[in-house]
């Protein structure tokens, strides 16, 4: 072919590809700027076109210089608020609606205080163009007025126009300033919230305490309500909080007050909370003596109760193959032993979910976001945990026996021992983590943010939950003797039940392979294979022995020196792990086709402002919980059909790895970890559902049934 030919062919080619995008690019999403010695003045469109009935956002974006502040909606004891009036003509018409403010700073400048922004802000406005002249561009033309101050105010005026093509919604490259302006919207207050005559402003509800609450203020609405300078005075304790405004002229004593309550926890971290606070004091369950000892006492009695289901739950049926084999010492009539293991096994328990609590605390207090459950979002853990319960099913097979540790948790080994008991109420505390039973989720959130003495208490509660069925076994003679006498069935039993622990290995290789992508494959194969050589060495090692070497012997030392060296080398692997990599946001427990897509806050809140209903599934894949009720209560045919036919938008959000997004949803709801299930109907307010889902529970929530 001539070179001519080729070249031709080359920019013909490019021409084709680029063809829409150079069409996109001659109808810009942001207006000529308008730059001044203060900064500089845009309008931004989330979208490169236009379609007519389809919502859209528009921005006034303010790029301010160093040392210069404007005005949200109420400017505070001095300036003005940003105006944005916008219209669209052309092939559509329509009117901006008003502006979606972010939360503002407080600036304090001698006995004043404001409410402003700084730096780079964007105020979006909501429109919905409608039909006007087919074929043709939409026209934008909007005008702004906003005040900025320094040292002095300067009042700036500007008037922006673009023009977009009527096409399919397409995000602009300026789309994430409008995502990243939503997110600094404050969200609806879970909380009661109620203003008594004398200005005192209460939130009430679970999750408040003075354990989890650093600091309060509140920034109200409308101008004059309150003194904005005055100390906001702010008292917590468990359920309720309380900040002493200094009321102004404005302020009526029968009327609501709407504004922003912000909430600095320990860590620093900060949440907006829009309320509309009515007349009157707080509820009186709350606000009453002795109304945080009745919560402490329902909080208990929920974890006391969710601890017990979770005996029933998958995540510890592996463990409970190693405690069914313990039974045997009950059954031979060694009561004081039996009663003692079962001691020890609690003990384990208790201490394993105090522990794994106070670890919680302390890193949300270093300014981490973690949940319950937060170490199966290590893909290092998970491969750990994999491996050592590979090696307790290869003790259970019979491939090797260790006289004490963690092949004899609870008795299952060959032999028995104290230490075993307790391993195995710390392991069953591990791995019961991927469950949340009913009940817990109340029961975790109430005890992160409670004193110190109440969480530990609550944690407390939950471990003697978990350990109760086995306590009451052990301490009453007339249910042991219902026990089977010892035989050589015990020994079958023992084998059988090496297969629930290796299924749950495989669950957590699919796990591991999802956060660590396909370089965790090998190396959790490697890892396992590493595994099954350390149990054949020490295997080895203890026939040299049983055949009359002693455990000095050369060969002997070198079987038990070579297993030791292959678990090293399976722990050392674990750090060419790269961090997870599972996608943030979306689902990777979703199987193709189920309808779901990926969660985001922005998007939440656009489908809301659309009136279209939304159900919200926070999962995770190593959430056997979640895993369950997606397959048996979300995936059914007639739910999916249900969904369709309701307009309901299935949305995602996939806690396998960190995501902080995510992490601050569970929060909002009170909530400290997986799953959760949150319906928003098309007018109304969120409904949080159970733990464990039925098909009919979630078709009668939606209203289809």
Not at 334 to 345: D, H, K, N, Q, V
Not at 545 to 561: E, F, I, N, Q, T
Not at 578 to 598: F, R
Request: hydrophobic residues 50%.
């Amino acid at each position: 072919m001539r070179l001519p030919t080729v070249v031709f062919l080359s920019v013909l080619c490019a021409l084709t590809c680029l063809g829409p995008a150079l069409s996109r690019a001659g109808h810009a999403a942001q207006s000529t700027p308008v730059t001044t010695a203060h900064g500089t003045a845009t309008l931004l469109s989330d979208s490169d076109s236009f379609m007519p009935g389809q919502d859209m956002h528009f921005g006034l974006r303010l790029q301010l210089a160093p040392g210069w502040h404007t005005y949200w909606l109420n400017p505070g004891d001095a300036g003005e608020a940003v105006t944005l009036a916008l219209h669209a003509s052309g092939g559509a018409v329509g009117e901006g609606g008003p502006i979606e403010w972010p939360v503002p700073q407080r600036l304090r400048d001698g006995p004043l205080m404001s409410y402003a922004y700084t730096d780079d802000v964007v105020l979006p406005v909501r429109l919905q163009p409608q039909e006007a002249k087919e074929g043709a561009d939409m026209v934008v033309e909007a005008t702004a007025d906003w005040l900025v101050c320094a040292t002095v105010c300067v009042p700036e005026h500007a008037q922006f126009s673009m023009t977009l093509p009527r096409a399919p919604l397409y995000p602009s490259p300026q789309a994430p300033l409008f995502a990243r302006a939503a997110a600094q919207r404050p969200v609806a207050s879970p909380f009661a919230a109620a203003i008594a005559p004398d200005g005192t402003l209460s939130l009430s509800g679970e999750g408040l305490s003075p354990a989890m609450v650093r600091d309060a203020w509140f920034m109200p609405e409308q101008p004059g309500q309150i003194d904005h300078d005055a100390p906001q005075v702010l008292h917590v304790r468990n359920g309720l909080l309380q900040l002493g405004l200094k009321t102004a002229d404005g302020f009526h004593r029968d009327a609501p007050l709407s504004g922003i309550v912000v909430i600095r926890d320990v860590s620093g971290r900060e949440q907006a909370l829009a309320v509309t606070a009515r007349p009157g004091g707080p509820p009186a369950i709350a606000a009453a003596r002795g109304g945080g000892i009745a919560v402490l006492a329902r909080l208990l009695a929920l974890a006391f109760a969710g601890g017990m289901i979770l005996n029933l739950m998958p995540c510890v049926f592996p463990v409970l193959a190693m405690k069914v084999l313990s039974l045997e010492r009950m059954a031979r009539g060694e009561r004081r032993a039996a009663l003692l293991g079962a001691g020890l096994y609690a003990g384990g328990i208790v201490v394993a979910f105090v522990v794994l609590g106070a670890l919680i605390v302390g890193l949300r207090m270093a300014g981490d976001t973690v949940g319950w459950g937060f170490q199966f979002q290590s893909v290092t853990f998970v491969m750990l945990m994999c491996w050592l319960l590979f090696a307790i099913a290869l003790n259970l097979l019979g491939v090797f026996s260790f006289g004490t540790g963690i092949a004899a948790l609870g008795g299952a080994g060959r032999l028995s021992g104290h230490l075993g008991d307790v391993l195995t109420g710390v392991l069953a505390v591990v791995v019961a983590t991927p469950c949340t039973a009913p009940f817990m989720g109340a029961a975790i959130a109430g005890a992160l943010s409670a004193s110190p003495v109440a969480g530990i208490a609550i944690f407390v509660a939950m471990g003697l939950g978990l350990a109760a069925p086995y306590l009451l076994l052990a301490s009453v003679p007339g249910l042991v003797r219902l026990l089977p006498r010892p035989g050589a069935w015990m020994e079958i039993v023992r084998q059988v039940l090496a297969f629930p622990m290796l299924a749950t290995c495989v669950w957590l290789a699919w796990v591991a392979t999802l956060q660590g992508g396909q370089v965790a494959v090998p190396l959790l194969a490697g890892g396992l294979v590493l595994v099954a050589l350390a149990a054949w060495l020490v295997r080895k090692g203890q026939d040299m022995v049983m055949a009359g070497r002693g455990w000095r012997d050369g060969l002997v030392l070198a079987c038990r020196g070579g297993a030791l060296l292959a678990v090293a080398l399976a722990v050392g692997a674990v750090t060419m792990v790269p961090p997870a990599l599972a996608p943030q946001g979306a689902s990777a427990t979703a199987p193709p086709g189920d309808g779901s897509e990926a969660f985001s806050q922005a998007r939440l809140e656009t489908l809301r402002a659309q009136g279209k209903p939304v159900f919200i599934d926070m999962t995770a894949a190593w959430c056997i919980s979640c895993l369950v009720n997606e397959r048996v209560a979300l995936s059914p045919q007639r739910v999916r059909d249900a969904f369709a036919r309701q307009g309901v938008v299935y949305m995602k959000g996939d806690w396998t790895g960190r995501d902080a997004a995510i992490t601050a949803f569970l929060r909002d709801h009170g909530r400290d970890g997986v799953p959760l299930y949150v319906y928003y109907p098309a007018h109304g307010d969120g409904i949080v559902l159970p733990q464990v889902l039925t098909p009919g529970l979630v078709l009668h929530t939606i209203g289809a049934q």
